[in-house]
């Protein structure tokens, strides 16, 4: 809020103001909140105000022109800020008024105008000279100050009665050259004269004619004239005028003259500097019957680089000589008169000029320090502080400016240091000088103290340190070693030199030995032992070792093992095919060490066969209870330790047995929701286990197991509870993709999930692109297995009713792009497995069942079945070696067929057969039509693959 004088104050586009408690505040478009009355224009404040009120214009253009006819102080957006201030903002934020007929035309006395730009008045109001301003020759005591004059015909027209000093103070008039009726390109005029003028700070640019033209009427005087702190660069003229003075003002490149005095009595030039006019630098003359000079004196003025330096036009008239004297003329040897100072080689004086004594210097010197030389301290240089010391004749504290600055770090080298002088008077003065940051100081080098090793080779060993240089004035000064760090150092003690230089060269050295010892061979301190373990564990042999840097490399009968290079092997998990004597040898440079050879014994693990459903080793179906139906049976290796899980049918769960113990006995029970389960499917890759039940509350459910946690990882909805279809067969592809085949609603689904202990998954990520995700009247896929090979997995679809074999890639968008293998009528497919390098087998029926394994870089192979008996299982494995077992579950024969090799027939029945990590799970079923039936109840036969045999201990 500004404050203003008088008994109101006016406020336009909302400046704030604080008043006086009796005042009225008037606004013009604001929201101040202080504001009781508002005005559309300044021209209606004005109207409204009382003399002595303050009017406050904020940021905007005005206009038209504003007759001013009573005393007021009105303050633009920048009261306050001199028109000369470059922080000043260009027209940003400014209080603007533009209008061809001029900002202000002042009526009245005591008028005061401040911070406004004013521009673009080209005459066309009468009398006003293409004035920005126009002060009335009827008026006194008016104030221009903290303005910028700008694009007009005249800047400011200034006339007086004289009765009340004017000031124009702090303003910029710039460019001020519109065509007008008469005294265009004006900064300051006056035509009928100002009495009682004080013109101070002003700044003048490129205002054509004149930057101040002061004219009195006839042969009037217009006496009390103050120019002072101005900086222009046209001409100060003053005509018609007494008691002037003209003091600290600098026009410099003038196209014409500096200052002209017409007809001047009684005047003060003193403190000015009037440089590089294009004519004179004073010129005194007279048009009018007035007595020029009668007492003018020029002192301390700075006067030089003109074309001449003072000049007197006196008419008819004879006058004494002007006092010029105490001035600097642009050298010591003084002005140049061809009488009177003929060797002055300095601006020229006319006659009638007294101009001696003369200054032999300017006004302001300023004297710079002798070229210095320093040294570099630092990467970045050397702070440094100099004086330059300054002189003025008319100012006791002239500014002096050095760029750099003292107390500036200079950087390494030669950096020109500038410095310039400007005092009160507007002079200025320049001095110059260098500094030199020189870098004399060699770095100082640090060696490691010396350095002994033992031998690492045949032929000494590699030695590898650091020597640094620290400098002053270069941040990386490099260093060089003979030998250098990383040579192979002889077993001797040898004086390694370094030596640290700089970017210019300075250099210094120091140095140390490396002093290599004779070492041994290494040692083994600790032997590897032999070890027996189970099939399935793992074993770890290790061997200690000193020698200093060792290797080892871990040989299986003699041979290398690829990748056993640390001081310990472990082998997980192992099988009877590890069995093999195993040894180390550790080296190094300087020789080998063979440790001894040990033995590895696996004892195969050998699952008790049979265990009977519905006795008391299993906690759901206790003695007498009905018997449950082994509808599907996985095995996992949960934990390294073996596990079957038996999906019943009848009691809608999944019991598990562990298998490590003699005999198996059920260790938990994982119960489902009411209903019924109907498929089980393992994990390859992370012993995850997969089933699908019925459930009347929520239809078709998917749960995934942790086999070792036996808790649940996820769990998932495949169709409405209205559905009671449930689906038939299941797969989990490496722990991530659980896939489901169902074959009323005709569809195969996936879903992602992350695999144990993750708790969540996503989908279906696998559906069909046919609508409602079915593949078409007719189309039953009856079994689904999974395989992964590289970064691609499959689906495998056993379609029955159709025929064919579907293998569906899962695509990144979960989409299938299936690729069929259709068969001939009658071959319907009965079963199918999988194994991981992407081979699978499936069965059809032509009268005889027959076999075919197919898959990448395997050939077509084709097996016959024993008899018409009825494949009911089948499984794939690869053994150590890359083998590929084939087994099949035959109902009618009741065997299973092993077509890589000897299996055995077990008298039963079979409903389901899958193979686990080493094992063989075979779910038997009694009351079948075909064949002898066992009196025994519904059992799981457990077999160990590595005897390649069925074992039914306990039968």
Not at 11 to 36: E, H, K, W
Not at 107 to 131: R, Y
Not at 162 to 174: E, M, P
Not at 837 to 851: E, L, V
Request: include cysteine.
């Amino acid at each position: 809020m500004r404050t203003g004088i008088g008994s109101a104050i006016v406020l336009v586009f909302g400046l704030g103001a604080v008043p006086a408690s009796s005042q009225t505040i008037r606004c013009v478009n604001s929201t101040d909140p202080s504001c009781t009355v508002t005005y559309p224009t300044i021209q209606d404040a004005v109207n409204a105000s009382m003399p002595g009120d303050t009017i406050l214009v904020g940021p905007g253009t005005y206009g038209p022109l504003i007759i001013v006819d009573r005393s007021l102080t009105i303050s633009g957006a920048a009261s306050g800020t001199s028109g000369c201030d470059p922080s000043r903002p260009v027209f940003m934020g400014e209080s603007i008024l533009n209008d061809p007929q001029g900002g202000f035309q002042i009526n009245a006395d005591n008028v005061t105008i401040d911070g406004f730009v004013i521009q673009d008045a080209d005459g066309s109001l009468a009398g006003g000279q293409g004035s920005g301003i126009a002060v009335s020759p009827t008026v006194s005591g008016t104030h221009i100050v903290n303005c910028v004059f700008t694009n007009n015909s005249v800047g400011l027209t200034v006339e007086s009665n004289g009765s009340v000093t004017t000031v124009v103070a702090n303003n910029k008039f710039d460019s001020n050259n519109l065509p007008a009726p008469t005294n265009t390109g004006i900064g300051i005029s006056s035509i009928s004269g100002v009495p009682n003028l004080n013109v101070d700070g002003n700044c003048f640019v490129n205002n054509a004619v004149a930057s101040i033209f002061l004219q009195g009427t006839g042969g009037t005087l217009q006496a009390n004239i103050t120019i002072q702190d101005n900086t222009a660069d046209n001409a100060i003229i003053l005509v018609n005028a007494s008691n002037v003075i003209v003091t600290r003002n600098r026009v410099d490149h003038s196209p014409s003259d500096g200052l002209v005095l017409d007809a001047v009595t009684t005047a003060d030039i003193n403190c000015n500097s009037f440089v590089f006019a294009a004519s004179v630098g004073i010129r005194l003359f007279r048009f009018y019957n007035v007595q020029p000079n009668a007492s003018v004196a020029v002192h301390l003025n700075n006067i030089e680089n003109n074309v001449a330096g003072l000049s007197i036009s006196l008419g008819s008239y004879a006058n004494p000589p002007l006092d010029a004297t105490n001035n600097w003329w642009g050298d010591a040897t003084g002005p140049f008169h061809a009488v009177s100072n003929p060797g002055g080689l300095g601006n020229s004086v006319s006659d009638n000029v007294t101009f001696a004594p003369f200054r032999s210097t300017p006004t302001l010197t300023v004297v710079c320090p002798s070229d210095m030389s320093v040294e570099c301290a630092s990467p970045a240089g050397t702070m440094v502080s100099f004086t330059a010391p300054v002189s003025s004749a008319c100012d006791p504290a002239p500014i002096v400016s050095c760029v750099p600055a003292s107390g500036s770090v200079f950087p390494p080298g030669g950096t020109d240091v500038a410095c310039s002088a400007r005092d009160i008077s507007n002079a200025t003065a320049r001095c110059t000088f260098v500094v030199s940051v020189v870098d004399t100081t060699p770095p100082m080098v640090s060696c490691p103290a010396d350095i002994t090793v033992n031998c690492s080779g045949p032929g000494g060993a590699v030695v590898n340190f650091t020597a640094t240089a620290n400098d002053l004035c270069d941040p990386a000064p490099s260093v060089t070693c003979v030998p250098p760090s990383g040579s192979v150092f002889p077993v001797a003690s040898t004086t390694v030199q370094c030596t640290g230089s700089d970017a210019i060269g300075n250099s210094s050295s120091c140095s140390f030995h490396v002093n290599v010892l004779d070492t041994v061979v290494p040692q083994i301190t600790t032997q590897p032992i032999s070890q027996t373990v189970s099939e399935g564990s793992s074993v770890t042999f290790t061997v200690v070792a000193t020698g200093g840097a060792l290797n080892y490399g871990w040989r299986r009968n003699g041979n290398p093992i690829p990748t056993a290079n640390a001081s310990s092997f472990t082998i997980r998990p192992v099988s009877a095919g590890d069995m093999d004597s195993y040894d180390v040898v550790v080296s190094n440079a300087c020789g080998t060490a063979v440790s001894n050879s040990v033995t590895l014994t696996v004892t195969p693990v050998m699952l008790q066969g049979t265990v009977a459903l519905g006795d008391a080793s299993d906690p759901n179906n206790p003695p007498g209870a009905p018997r449950n139906d082994p509808r599907e049976v996985a095995i996992t290796t949960a934990g390294g330790m073996p596990k079957a899980f038996i999906a019943d049918f009848q009691h809608g769960g999944i019991s598990v047995l562990d298998l490590s113990v003699v005999p198996a006995t059920f260790q938990s029970f994982l119960p489902a929701p009411a209903g019924f389960s109907s498929a089980l499917a393992v994990s390859a890759k992370d012993d995850s286990v997969g089933v699908t039940y019925y459930d009347p509350d929520n239809g078709s459910q998917a749960v995934v197991y942790s086999a070792t946690s036996l808790g649940i990882v996820s769990s998932f909805r495949i169709s409405p509870a209205s559905s009671a279809s449930l689906p038939n067969s299941i797969a989990i592809v490496d722990g991530s993709v659980l896939v489901v085949a169902d074959p009323v609603r005709q569809t195969v689904q996936g879903w992602f999930y992350s695999g144990p202990n993750a708790g969540s998954a996503t989908g279906p990520a696998i559906v069909t692109s046919n609508p409602a995700n079915r593949f078409g009247p007719g189309y039953s896929p009856t079994v689904v297995k999974a395989i992964t090979r590289g970064s691609n997995r499959f689906a495998i679809v056993l379609e029955r009713d159709s025929e064919r074999i579907e293998v569906f890639p899962i695509r990144a968008n979960g989409s299938l792009a299936p690729t069929t293998r259709r068969f001939s009528t009658g071959q319907l497919p009965e079963a199918i497995a999988v194994e991981a390098t992407s081979r699978f087998a499936f069965i059809t029926n032509s009268g005889n069942d027959t076999i075919s394994v197919i898959g990448p870089g395997v050939p077509a192979q084709t097996f016959l079945t024993s008899g018409v008996s009825t494949p009911v299982g089948m499984a794939l494995s690869v053994d150590e070696f890359g083998t590929l077992h084939l087994y099949v579950a035959s109902r009618g024969e009741q065997t299973i067929e092993h077509f890589c090799g000897p299996l055995g027939t077990v008298p039963t029945f079979f409903s389901a057969l899958t193979v686990g990590r080493g094992s063989l799970s075979i779910a038997s079923q009694p009351g079948l039509p075909v064949g002898n039936p066992p009196t025994a109840g519904d059992r799981i036969i457990i077999s160990s693959l590595v005897t390649d045999s069925v074992s039914d201990v306990g039968r």
